[in-house]
């Protein structure tokens, strides 16, 4: 298994700013990916977050709303720029681990 | 592009009871599925992994069916607790990038 944790676990942010969620993950990991939880839905795949090169992005999201870093296989940060209301969601990092994925406790975002 | 359906969107049972949730999905050609449990502001727990050659796995009170062909997984659970009150939520990788497509899950209360 993984033990995941995610930086911060929560925040309220203005329209406009930019926030930055980190996630760590205690073992090295190959795959690793940023979800979205919008309120009363499921979970969306944002992207996957490519250890020393570009995340690669799903359709409806692009690097420039929600830049990835993955500076090593532990670590990885997903920022939300430029936030509007919409974006109020929880955020969630993920990891495979023999076929298995698992989840971080998520980050909730809300912005006003 | 993958569809991920679950049935119902709400359960409610009285503690004690065995219970089914359903979860279709409308491309057959998946690489795995896996069940995970979310608790109110909490992130996802996994639950059971079913690779695509498999018929069933087994946790504890928990066992997963799978029907490739028809499209269908099954999570039966046993002798249902109130500490299984949770949100249900039925996920299948199309292939080995692991991405997960989520069904909107089925929201359980057992009541004690």
């Known amino acids: 298994s993984a033990v995941i944790s995610q930086k911060p676990s929560r925040d309220i942010c203005q329209r406009g700013t930019s926030l930055t969620i980190q996630c760590q993950v205690d073992?090295?990991?190959?795959?690793m990916f940023w979800y979205r939880q919008q309120p009363g839905q499921s979970l969306t795949l944002i992207a996957t977050a490519n250890q020393g090169s570009e995340a690669t992005y799903e359709s409806g999201f692009v690097i420039d709303k929600f830049p990835i870093s993955r500076p090593n296989l532990t670590f990885s940060t997903l920022t939300v720029s430029n936030m509007s209301p919409e974006d109020s969601s929880i955020y969630l990092c993920?990891?495979?681990?023999?076929?298995?994925?698992?989840f971080g406790p998520g980050t909730r975002l809300l912005v006003l | 592009k993958q569809e991920v359906t679950q049935i119902p969107a709400a359960l409610s049972v009285p503690e004690g009871e065995n219970l089914v949730l359903n979860c279709s999905f409308t491309?057959?050609?998946?690489?795995?599925l896996q069940w995970f449990r979310q608790d109110p502001g909490k992130g996802l727990t996994s639950l059971l992994l079913i690779q695509s050659s498999q018929r069933e796995q087994t946790s504890g009170r928990l066992n997963a069916s799978l029907d490739k062909s028809s499209g269908r997984s099954t999570l039966y659970i046993a002798a249902s607790q109130p500490g299984d009150s949770a949100t249900y939520l039925c996920a299948v990788s199309g292939g080995s990038n692991y991405k997960l497509t989520f069904g909107k899950g089925t929201l359980l209360t057992v009541n004690p």
């Open positions: 073992s090295q990991v190959t795959m």
């Open positions: 491309d057959s050609a998946i690489y795995n």
């Open positions: 993920s990891v495979v681990v023999i076929e298995t994925q698992y």
